[in-house]
């Protein structure tokens, strides 16, 4: 079992920047892939970045703009968010997958989920 904590969500204007972390409890978080997800208002959940042991990979829309990185000294995953948009308005939501990697893309390859964290981005 995997119980996963997500903070660090809020509000910033347009061009800010915020930074989220996911703390995982449990055993051999450094096996897992990770991966954070978002939801916007009326909107499916769409993938936004994964890491692994064999790297990370990111969706096109914030390519160049997040950074995922993870200690697993610390049992936690980051998101580092740079040049918001009010587009990356949502609830974001980290992830864990025993099975996945850097390119596990689809929520149904992952098992555990945190309870999500607002970002608001405001123009």
């Known amino acids: 079992q995997v119980q996963l904590v997500e903070s660090g969500g809020g509000l910033v204007q347009a061009g800010g920047s915020l930074r989220l972390s996911c703390a995982a409890s449990?055993?051999?978080?450094?096996?897992?892939?990770m991966g954070w997800f978002r939801q916007a208002a009326g909107k499916e959940r769409e993938f936004v970045a994964a890491?692994?042991?064999?790297?990370?990979h990111y969706a096109d829309s914030v390519k160049g703009r997040f950074t995922i990185s993870r200690d697993n000294t610390k049992n936690t995953v980051y998101l580092q968010m740079n040049s918001l948009k009010a587009e990356d308005t949502a609830v974001y939501y980290c992830?864990?997958?025993?099975?996945?990697?850097?390119?596990?893309?689809?929520?149904?390859?992952?098992?555990?989920w945190g309870q999500g964290t607002q970002v608001t981005v405001s123009s």
């Open positions: 890491i692994s042991w064999s790297g990370s």
């Open positions: 449990g055993r051999s978080f450094s096996s897992y892939a």
């Open positions: 992830a864990a997958s025993l099975y996945g990697s850097s390119r596990s893309i689809s929520r149904h390859e992952y098992k555990y």
